[in-house]
């Protein structure tokens, strides 16, 4: 019986998998077998843990940042987790920062920061121009943005 603590590198099958399932131009070239089946149970969408309830950690970290709500799954709570930490990256004051901003912002009756931050997210994504695609004949594809001369 193969032991998956081996240091083998990762298998084809694991390597197809994970560039399915891991974002463009992620290095996976270095994992060996046992990493690579992490990472897949990680990542997975059909994945046991997602629909399990989320951890106490989990819905302790959210409460702390106003993101809580009740039914969540545990992947629906790291998602959130994600969120809170990709926008907090972003501000001068880290976590610390973001518990003020959430605390100003149901004194002032506002929008939660994330959520600010999300809307600004998508419109920047929604203004910025599309690159063209082009076939091999040099025609657009439609509803697509002409290239510059």
């Given at each position: 019986?193969?032991?998956?603590?081996?240091?083998?590198?990762?298998?084809?099958?694991?390597?197809?998998?994970?560039?399915?399932?891991?974002?463009?131009?992620?290095?996976?070239?270095?994992?060996?077998?046992?990493?690579?089946?992490?990472?897949?149970?990680?990542?997975?969408?059909?994945?046991?843990?997602?629909?399990?309830?989320?951890?106490?950690?989990?819905r302790?970290?959210?409460?702390?940042?106003?993101?809580?709500?009740?039914?969540?799954?545990?992947?629906?709570?790291?998602?959130?987790?994600?969120?809170?930490?990709?926008?907090?990256?972003?501000?001068?004051?880290?976590?610390?920062?973001?518990?003020?901003?959430?605390?100003?912002?149901?004194?002032?009756r506002?929008?939660?920061?994330?959520?600010?931050?999300?809307?600004?997210?998508?419109?920047?994504?929604?203004?910025?121009?599309?690159?063209?695609?082009?076939?091999?004949?040099?025609?657009?594809?439609?509803?697509?943005?002409?290239?510059?001369?």
């Open positions: 019986m193969e032991d998956v603590y081996d240091e083998e590198p990762l298998s084809w099958y694991q390597a197809e998998t994970l560039r399915r399932l891991l974002p463009p131009e992620t290095p996976i070239d270095h994992l060996n077998r046992f990493e690579a089946m992490c990472l897949i149970r990680l990542h997975s969408p059909h994945a046991k843990w997602r629909d399990r309830p989320p951890t106490d950690k989990q302790s970290f959210l409460e702390r940042f106003e993101r809580w709500r009740v039914g969540l799954s545990r992947a629906e709570a790291a998602q959130l987790i994600d969120e809170i930490l990709t926008y907090a990256a972003q501000l001068p004051g880290g976590l610390p920062r973001l518990e003020s901003d959430i605390t100003d912002a149901i004194i002032h506002e929008k939660h920061p994330v959520d600010r931050w999300k809307e600004a997210e998508a419109r920047s994504r929604a203004a910025a121009p599309v690159k063209a695609e082009f076939t091999v004949d040099g025609n657009a594809t439609p509803g697509r943005v002409e290239p510059e001369p």
